[in-house]
């Protein structure tokens, strides 16, 4: 069975090195320490044109800047979002609208938009992992006609860690042939739903390989999609229909630092989104 056929080696604007400047035109509070920022360039357009998948240098000239995924886009914004885990993302959340930020990009592959037409899409994502997986997800519902069955599998450790829960639990539930299952880690008086982790529930779940016209989509921390990995390829699914990230292995996006090489690789130019079936590859190569 071939695999699903991904773009690499197409990683970088035309200038990849000079930030522009942007103006914050929204803020969401996702979580209690998860932000979403939808940015504009000063003249009210666009920064860039990206694909689903595709980064962003995001950051305040002061204190630094970080990679994010586009998490979702329009003609006129792109929005990054951002988990505080650190100096500067902490100086990110608090900023305000109309504050100027500074952003490069689009950096990265993309999720393989064209590959996965006339596919069932099964994505799996706990946590702030959840995302990169919304900006492949969106693109399937704002072209419906392109793909069979959506489900979306998704765990977070507590209920306040659920990000998108507008999405969650009232739009995306009535969207066309879309399911979504959501766990939490533990229990929580708000929350009647199923309580197990990502693997264990996603094998409660009747979605099989379908014979090969299901591809899954993964992203979340190691032990998520070390053992939503395994559980797919136990289920039966091809490795070459399992699609992940590697995007927090990108540091500088333009392969120049080294600290995202595996093997001969270079995350930064070659991904970061890579069938199972390249990424055992890649580790044979180290």
Not at 105 to 130: Q, R, V
Not at 225 to 232: A, D, G, I, M, V
């Amino acid at each position: 069975m071939s695999g699903i056929e991904i773009s690499h080696g197409c990683a970088k604007g035309e200038r990849p090195l000079i930030p522009q400047v942007c103006r914050v035109v929204e803020i969401t509070q996702e979580t209690p320490d998860v932000k979403s920022f939808r940015l504009q360039t000063l003249d009210g357009k666009k920064p860039f044109d990206c694909m689903p998948g595709q980064l962003g240098m995001f950051g305040l000239l002061a204190y630094g800047e970080c990679m994010f995924v586009v998490s979702a886009q329009s003609d006129e914004w792109v929005q990054f979002t951002v988990k505080k885990v650190g100096l500067v993302t902490e100086q990110l959340h608090e900023l305000c609208v109309g504050d100027e930020v500074s952003l490069r990009g689009p950096y990265g592959n993309w999720w393989p938009t064209e590959g996965c037409k006339g596919k069932d899409m099964l994505f799996i994502a706990g946590g702030i992992g959840l995302p990169p997986v919304r900006s492949f997800l969106l693109y399937c519902l704002e072209h419906r006609e392109d793909f069979g069955r959506i489900d979306l599998v998704y765990s977070g450790s507590k209920y306040d860690d659920l990000v998108f829960k507008e999405q969650l639990f009232e739009i995306w539930p009535n969207e066309p042939d879309m399911h979504v299952h959501v766990s939490l880690y533990r229990e929580d008086p708000r929350w009647d739903g199923a309580v197990a982790y990502t693997a264990p529930f996603l094998e409660t779940l009747d979605l099989g390989p379908e014979d090969g016209n299901r591809v899954a989509v993964i992203c979340g921390g190691p032990s998520l999609s070390r053992t939503c990995r395994e559980s797919l390829v136990k289920a039966g699914f091809d490795e070459g229909h399992i699609i992940t990230t590697l995007e927090m292995r990108m540091k500088c996006g333009v392969g120049k630092c080294g600290r995202c090489n595996m093997g001969g690789h270079f995350i930064c130019l070659d991904g970061p989104i890579f069938t199972l079936e390249e990424i055992g590859r890649m580790h044979s190569d180290v």
